[in-house]
């Protein structure tokens, strides 16, 4: 009974915790060790392109929130057991 | 002491620049919150009668916390940038970035508003009919919109030399 309820609960927090997460994860990851690191760009070069991808993360984690709401919010609901007396 | 600070290195330049930074995360803050806010009372009042529907009806409250996102990039962009006026803080760049700052943070406000209004109204009515749901979508992306072109001028100004 308490099943899909707890299911769902479990889907947003992943998906939030995701969408809060993966930008700032991207940014200083792209900046520190992709953009200074590997291409050794200045700093400033690097910072709005980190920053940049870090938008861009952003908005596939969003899109892919949406998908998942709007493909798995209107399932079928299961009809409720039939009350036996 | 720095008493050979030129004109174009006043003192007060990094003032500038400092504003810029908070008033990125402050205003941008500011409709973020009330977006929250506003789309969270028709969730809450929605799922009263439609507890399965609020897996869909997050997505206001998850598209104004991207708009505190928005002045959380510049606001670290900006302050990254900050130095002492004797290292070479220009006055121009305090404008700059006070500017930067500026951009995304009345952006991000309007933002809000637009997204804690539509998110209210539209969750509210997707519980009726349910087929609102895609308008009520495409209509928060283009709030979340205006929040995004205050993003893009921020970096142009906050890329200026």
Known sequence: MEQPQFTV?????AYSAFILASPVIAFFVTK????????GISSTASNVWSAV??????????GMYI??????????????????? | MSSELTETNPVYGPFFGVMGAASAIIFSALGAAYGTAKSGTGIAA???????????????????GIIAIYGL?????????????????????GFLHLGAGLAVGFSGLAA???????GDAGVRGT?????LFVGMILILIFAEVLGLYGLIVAIFLYTKN
């Open chain 1, 67 to 85: 998908y998942r709401a709007y493909s798995d919010g209107d399932k079928p609901k299961t009809k409720p057991t039939d009350k036996v007396d």
């Open chain 2, 46 to 64: 929605m799922s009263v009668m439609r507890p399965e529907l609020i897996m869909k009806c997050i997505i206001p409250v998850v598209m104004a």
């Open chain 2, 127 to 131: 519980a009726q009919q349910p087929r």
């Open chain 1, 9 to 13: 609960f479990k889907t947003v927090l």
């Open chain 2, 112 to 118: 809000g508003f637009a997204i804690g209004i539509v």
């Open chain 1, 32 to 39: 520190f060790l992709f953009f200074e690191g590997l291409l």
């Open chain 1, 53 to 62: 991808l870090a938008v861009v993360v952003l908005h596939i984690a969003l």
């Open chain 2, 73 to 93: 990039v510049i606001a670290i962009l900006i302050a990254g940038n900050i130095a002492s006026p004797d290292s070479g803080y220009t006055l121009y760049k």
